[in-house]
């Protein structure tokens, strides 16, 4: 194999441990490194399926949060037995958990959503957010409305020095892994079959599916590949937050800001994200200090106006801009 | 326990409240189906109009009757405002763009709501007393929001059948190239009816406020989104018509189940209407993609 093909992932890999390594050296970063490697991620899962296959998806949040749940609830039926299991296996079946939740979820909602063409799509994924919101809070189920926190749990079961470890630090850890594993995946995704038959989908549909892509599947494929990925993100989240609400987990915020990093970096990229989310992450982190509660009032004029004139987003205007150059190969 | 005399009660206040619905609704599908833009932000039209109601309200001591007329026109200059400043840019690109984009106009909405008149919810009192169906008292407010929307829906469709503009509107609908040929201006037809919808889907939060008395907040809105494509998808997206007698069904469902699950005691029935809503629009569109109304 060979390894000059797959240079533009390495330095992106490069670039992320580089800034894995100012995270674990200079602890002032911490706070706004973990904030952006969660965006990214966010950002990058989102971009998995709404990039590729260019319909909006805007209930992204619930796989989010149901990781989050299925996570929280993992952690606290594990531990609540007289012998809690160690560290590590609680943690890894929290993930799992969450991810096959996702995955169920993903597969119910998109074996019929994905039949639907585009503002169809949007209309079976919009009340996905608040159906399971409401579907928590009305059976009371994981806590209904009062939420889950899963903070005495944890120190009980060990102790408070391994609590701290595990918040924040360990947290960010998993978080970055979940960011490393989605930006492979969406890499192996587009340089395979599969990505080749969803660039045709965007382009014309009926077209590929003429010529025998079978679009169907090829959309469910993704789109189930990104929502277990978004449950895992959450399952991440639910350790380092170790508290969830319904208010909160269903935000909508968090759908605008991963459709916000994606098109400002470039939907259907696999740099994009992470470019949007570095500039959005340190905007974002400067907005909450300055103007504490107003960053959805900035970031929806933003994205209207990123709609109407850079729909390509960043990377996007540079592949434009070095057209034919050695630049244009290096944005994936 | 449960009489008949009951069900035919709640099945009456189900009417009046899927009239409102229907009205609610209108706006998406007119939307929908004239421009092809699908109106993501749908609920937080209807939240601006509630605040309208309530502001005149409370400063001026306006009945919602007389408000929803000032939330039409409120609703009608930001449909000609958006047109021209945004849809008009983004029409006839990637559906993306415009689905993006009224997403985050709604969330704009709410935001400026939030930060003019904080996150609290606020509410008001039209008090008219009430009417006795069956031994059940139904507030006027209720009968007269019911009435009212029906009235809305009856000039709309005058409008939209016995003028000229509501004919090019139609034409458009059928064919705009060929519309276009036959001397209609179909760029001024498209913002015309972008003005017309959000008109009447403000003026349905104006009138919200005679079914619901309190709970205005900045982020009521988006039950009403869900439930509007509920309905929308439940009378054929694309038909204005379609999606008032789509909403008139919806509200006796609605009202029904709410008994129901009231009477099964399976958790909060409010939430789980809420739920249900959401589970309806997977199933419509699961065995009728078309909508259960069109032939």
Redesign the interface.
């Known amino acids: 194999m060979d390894i000059r093909t797959h240079r533009s992932l390495i330095i992106l890999f490069l670039v992320s441990l580089i800034l894995l390594f100012v995270r674990v050296g200079i602890p002032e970063t911490r706070q706004i490194l973990s904030i952006l490697f969660f965006y990214i991620a966010l950002s990058e899962v989102f971009n998995l399926f709404t990039g590729l296959t260019l319909y909006v998806c805007f209930g992204y949040v619930a796989f989010v949060a149901l990781g989050m749940y299925g996570g929280g609830a993992t952690i606290k039926y594990l531990l609540s037995a007289s012998s809690p299991p160690p560290l590590a296996v609680v943690l890894a079946c929290a993930f799992a958990v969450a991810g096959i939740l996702a995955l169920i979820l993903a597969l119910a909602v998109g074996w019929i959503s994905v039949r639907l063409k585009g503002a169809y799509f949007a209309i079976a994924t919009i009340g996905l957010n608040e159906g399971l919101k409401n579907l928590i809070e009305g059976t009371g189920i994981w806590g209904g409305s009062s939420g889950l926190v899963i903070a005495n749990d944890l120190i009980q079961s060990y102790n408070y020095d391994t609590f701290i470890f595990v918040t924040s630090e360990l947290a960010d850890y998993l978080i970055f892994t979940v960011y490393a594993v989605t930006i492979l995946c969406i890499y192996l995704v587009i340089k395979s079959r599969l990505g080749y038959g969803l660039a045709a989908l965007r382009e014309d549909e009926e077209a590929a599916n003429v010529m025998g892509v079978n679009v169907v599947r090829y959309k469910l494929i993704v789109f189930v590949i990104s929502a277990t990925l978004a449950g895992m993100l959450g399952a991440g989240k639910m350790i380092k937050d170790v508290a969830i609400y319904p208010p909160q987990a269903f935000a909508v915020s968090y759908t605008v800001e991963a459709i916000v990093i994606s098109m400002l970096g470039g939907l259907g990229t696999v740099t994009g994200p992470v470019i949007g989310g570095l500039i959005y992450g340190v905007l974002k982190y400067v907005l909450t200090v300055s103007f504490p509660g107003l960053q959805l009032l900035a970031l929806a004029p933003a994205l209207m106006v990123m709609c109407v004139m850079f729909p390509y987003g960043i990377v996007g205007w540079l592949r434009r801009r070095f057209k034919g150059s050695k630049i244009e190969s290096l944005l994936i | 326990m449960v009489t008949a005399e009951y069900v035919i009660f709640v099945t009456i206040a189900g009417v009046m409240l899927g009239t409102f619905y229907g009205l609610a609704t209108i706006g998406l599908s007119f939307t ?1 189906g004239i421009l092809r833009i ?1 109106n ?1 932000g749908h609920g937080s039209f209807v939240m601006i109009g509630a605040y309208i109601s309530y502001w005149c309200f409370a400063l001026l001591g306006l009945p919602p009757l007389v408000s929803s007329l000032l939330a039409f026109a409120v609703g009608f200059f930001m449909g000609f405002a958006l047109y021209h400043g ?1 849809i008009s ?2 029409l006839g ?9 009224m ?3 709604g ?2 909405l ?3 709501a ?2 003019s008149w904080s996150a609290s919810p606020r509410g008001f009192t039209w008090g008219l007393g009430s009417i006795n169906i069956f031994g059940y008292e139904y507030p006027l407010t209720r009968l007269i929001g019911g009435v009212v929307s029906a009235v809305i829906v009856l000039v709309l469709y005058v409008f939209l059948f016995r003028t000229k503009s509501g004919n090019a509107i139609r034409s458009v609908v059928e064919d705009p190239e060929g519309a276009a040929l036959c001397g209609v201006n179909v760029s001024r037809v498209y913002a015309l009816s972008l003005a017309i919808a959000l008109g009447l889907t403000v003026a349905s939060g104006a009138l919200s406020t005679l079914f619901v008395s309190g709970g205005i907040e900045p982020y009521m809105g ?2 009403y ?2 439930r509007a ?2 309905i ?2 439940l009378g054929g ?1 694309t038909s204005p018509f379609g999606s008032f007698l789509a909403g008139l069904l919806f509200g006796i469902i609605e009202n029904l189940s709410y008994m129901l699950l009231s009477l099964a005691n ?7 209407t ?2 249900l ?3 309806m ?2 199933l419509v ?2 065995i009728r ?1 078309q909508g259960l109304l069109k032939r």
Do not use: H, Y
């Not at chain 2, 559906?95 to 993006?100: A, Q, T």
């Not at chain 2, 399976?266 to 789980?272: A, D, E, H, I, L």
């Open positions: 929908f699908l993501s945004l840019r983004v690109g990637p559906e993306l763009i415009s689905l993006v984009l997403f985050a106009f969330i704009f709410q935001e400026v939030k930060f988006d039950p989104t869900t494509f509920a929308a998808v997206l399976v958790g909060n029935p409010f939430s789980m809420r739920f809503t959401f589970a629009i997977l569109l699961l993609p």
